[in-house]
């Protein structure tokens, strides 16, 4: 079962990276884009533990909208996501590079190393 969840984990990130993909390099992707990149992640998160820490989050979170992402921080070179589920009382913040990458998600919108 570990391997299975870790394995959907790995191909969600590996499309969308393939979407992304440029032949001379990769650009930032736009604000539109990165949003509906932070929302796929959480989609893919529904009924399973993507071994991130904050466990196994309801289906619901599979049905929601690219309207539920906002954008909560940004820097050089990186986004981080809030994405909020109204059917669930939790919140997923997605870190992501401005290429478009996805590094981490929690619940605390804390990242080490991002100030």
């Given at each position: 079962?570990?391997?299975?969840i870790?394995?959907?984990?790995l191909?969600?990130?590996?499309?969308?990276s393939?979407l992304?993909?440029?032949?001379?390099?990769?650009?930032?992707?736009?604000?539109?884009k990165?949003?509906?990149?932070a929302?796929q992640t959480?989609?893919?998160?529904?009924?399973?533990?993507?071994?991130?820490?904050f466990?196994?989050?309801?289906a619901?979170?599979?049905n929601?909208?690219?309207?539920?992402?906002?954008i909560?921080?940004?820097?050089d070179?990186?986004?981080?996501?809030?994405?909020?589920?109204?059917?669930?009382?939790?919140t997923?913040?997605?870190?992501?590079?401005?290429?478009?990458?996805?590094y981490?998600?929690?619940?605390?919108?804390?990242?080490?190393g991002?100030?």
């Amino acid at each position: 079962m570990k391997y299975r969840i870790t394995l959907c984990l790995l191909a969600s990130l590996f499309v969308s990276s393939n979407l992304l993909a440029h032949g001379s390099g990769h650009a930032p992707v736009t604000e539109k884009k990165a949003l509906a990149i932070a929302t796929q992640t959480v989609q893919g998160f529904a009924n399973i533990d993507p071994q991130l820490g904050f466990g196994k989050v309801p289906a619901s979170w599979a049905n929601i909208g690219n309207e539920a992402a906002t954008i909560f921080q940004s820097g050089d070179g990186y986004y981080i996501f809030k994405v909020v589920n109204p059917s669930d009382e939790r919140t997923l913040y997605i870190l992501m590079s401005a290429e478009g990458q996805v590094y981490d998600a929690n619940t605390s919108g804390k990242f080490e190393g991002v100030n």
